[in-house]
C-alpha cells in the first residue's frame, strides 16, 4: 500500500487525489481490497486513458505487480494471462510461446486489462479490436466474489462485459485467442491527401492493416500499409517520429507570423518525405516510440462517413486552430458483438486528434466533438469527449442491458465513481 496525494494520467489533464493506491499481487489480495477498501473503487493500469475514468477520491487499485503469463494452449494458440500485463511485455511472451497478436494499436505501454476495458484497437477493416480475441475472462466483482466466464459456456455475458470501462469488477485474467507468429511487411509512403480521400475506400481495403496520417496544413497524407509475408527479415529503418515532432511545433511556434510560409514548409517537407519498405517479426512492426505528450480524441465513425467527417475537421483545424501541429489518426476497425464497443455492428473509420499537453485541448476538442457526432461518431472510451448516458443510450442498441448486467456484477456500486455515475446516468 502507498499513500498517496496526487495521481495523473499519462499526458498530466486527468488528476485525482486518492485515500489509497492498493498494489496487490495476488488474486486474494484483489478480493481483499474490493471487499474492505475504502469507495469509490477504481482500477488504475497505465494511466493511457484521456478520460477520467480511474479518477477517484476513494481507492485506486493498481495491477502493475498482476502481471504474466498464466498459462497457453499450443494446439489453439490460446494464451492466459494476468490483466496488469503491460503490451509491450505481452508481446514477448506470446513470441516466446510461437504466438502473435493478431493486431496492435501503435502504443505499447498499456495493460492488457486496460486496453480490454477501453475498447483500444489498431487498423484493418477485416480485424477486430483486442477485445474480439476474448476467449475466457475472470474478474472479481462488486461483492468480492470470483467469477470466471468462458465464450463457449458464457456467450452473452463475454460481450455484456468485454468492454467494461473498469465498472463490471476488477479483470484480473483474460485468455486471448491468438494466431501463430508471424512477419509482416510494412510500407510507408506520401501522396495527396485529396487522392486519398478519394481512394480512401479501396486503399483501406487493399492491405491486411492500413492505416494514414494528416499533417495539418501538409496537404499530403502518410499512408501506411501491412500485409503478411514469408520473406526473410529486413532493417527497420530509423524511428524519426520525434524528431519529426519536434520539427512541426518549432515551425507552429517560430512561423505564427507567417502561416503560409509555415504550410509552404510543411508541404515541401511531406512531398520528400522518403517511403519505407521492410519486412519484421510482428512485435517489431506495430508500436512505435511516443515520448512527446499529448491530449487524445478519437471517434469511431460508419466507415463511408471518414472521408467527409475527416475533410470538416481538417478544415476546421487549418481555418481556427493553428497552434495544432500534432498529426491526425485515420484507422478502420471491423464490427463485433461486443455491446459496449464502438464497433458494435458496423464497419469502422476511426479518427484521432491530438493537441500537445502543454497547451490546453478543450478549445480544439469541443470545436471537433460536434463533426464527429453529425456522421454517428461513437467516442473512444479513454479519449476525451463529453458525451452523457443519454447520448451512449441512443448510440449502443444494449446499452441498457448493458446496465443490467452492471448493476448485477456491482449491485452496491463499489465500482462508480462521481465520473462513472455522470457517465452511466446513476445517482
Request: proline share 6%; aromatic share 10%; hydrophobic share 40%.
Amino acid at each position: 500500500m502507498t499513500d498517496t496525494l496526487r495521481w495523473t494520467n499519462w499526458s498530466g489533464f486527468v488528476e485525482a487525489s486518492p485515500r489509497r493506491i492498493l498494489n496487490p499481487d495476488t488474486l486474494d489480495g484483489i478480493v481483499e481490497a474490493v471487499k474492505t477498501a475504502a469507495g469509490p473503487l477504481r482500477v488504475v493500469g497505465a494511466g493511457h486513458s484521456f478520460t477520467p475514468l480511474a479518477r477517484t477520491d476513494g481507492t485506486m487499485l493498481s495491477l502493475e505487480k498482476f502481471e504474466g503469463l498464466v498459462s497457453h494452449d499450443a494446439a489453439a494458440n490460446v494464451a492466459r494471462v494476468r490483466a496488469g500485463t503491460r503490451l509491450g511485455s505481452l508481446m514477448l511472451l506470446l513470441q516466446d510461446i510461437g504466438q502473435g497478436l493478431p493486431n496492435m494499436g501503435d502504443i505499447d505501454r498499456q495493460a492488457i486489462g486496460g486496453a480490454l476495458g477501453t475498447a483500444t484497437h489498431g487498423s484493418g477493416r477485416m480485424l477486430g479490436a483486442y477485445h474480439t480475441q476474448l476467449q475466457a475472462m475472470q474478474f472479481v466483482d462488486g461483492r468480492g466474489a470470483v467469477r470466471e466466464l468462458t465464450s463457449a459456456k458464457d456467450h452473452d455475458m463475454i460481450h455484456a462485459t468485454g468492454v467494461a470501462l473498469g465498472s463490471f469488477g476488477v479483470l484480473t485474467e483474460v485468455a486471448l485467442k491468438n494466431i501463430p507468429t508471424y512477419r509482416l511487411h510494412r510500407r510507408k509512403w506520401v501522396l495527396p491527401i485529396g487522392e486519398m480521400l478519394a481512394e480512401f475506400e479501396p486503399m483501406m481495403g487493399a492491405h491486411r492493416s492500413a492505416e494514414f496520417y494528416y499533417v495539418p496544413f501538409s496537404g499530403h497524407a502518410q499512408f501506411i500499409a501491412s500485409d503478411l509475408s514469408d520473406k526473410p527479415v529486413s532493417a527497420r529503418p530509423p524511428e524519426e517520429d520525434e524528431e519529426g515532432l519536434a520539427t512541426l511545433r518549432k515551425l507552429r511556434s517560430g512561423l505564427r507570423w507567417a502561416p503560409w510560409l509555415r504550410g509552404l514548409i510543411i508541404r515541401s517537407v511531406m512531398a520528400r518525405l522518403p517511403s519505407e519498405d521492410y519486412v519484421q517479426d510482428w512485435l517489431n512492426v506495430y508500436a512505435s516510440d511516443r515520448r512527446t505528450r499529448f491530449n487524445e480524441m478519437e471517434y469511431h465513425l460508419p466507415f463511408e462517413e471518414g472521408p467527409r467527417a475527416l475533410g470538416e475537421i481538417i478544415e476546421l483545424t487549418e481555418k481556427r486552430f493553428p497552434e495544432v501541429y500534432f498529426p491526425m489518426e485515420v484507422r478502420s476497425v471491423a464490427s463485433d458483438e461486443f455491446w459496449l464497443s464502438p464497433f458494435y455492428k458496423r464497419p469502422t473509420c476511426s479518427i484521432a486528434i491530438h493537441h500537445d499537453a502543454a497547451n490546453d485541448p478543450l478549445p480544439f476538442m469541443r470545436a471537433a466533438e460536434p463533426i464527429f457526432r453529425k456522421y454517428g461518431g461513437r467516442p473512444h472510451w479513454g479519449k476525451m469527449h463529453s458525451l452523457k448516458a443519454g447520448d451512449f443510450e441512443a448510440l449502443y442498441p444494449r446499452w441498457r442491458d448493458a446496465m443490467d448486467v452492471r448493476r448485477d456484477i456491482d449491485p452496491q456500486g463499489r465500482f462508480v465513481s462521481p465520473y462513472m455515475a455522470d457517465l452511466f446516468g446513476l445517482r
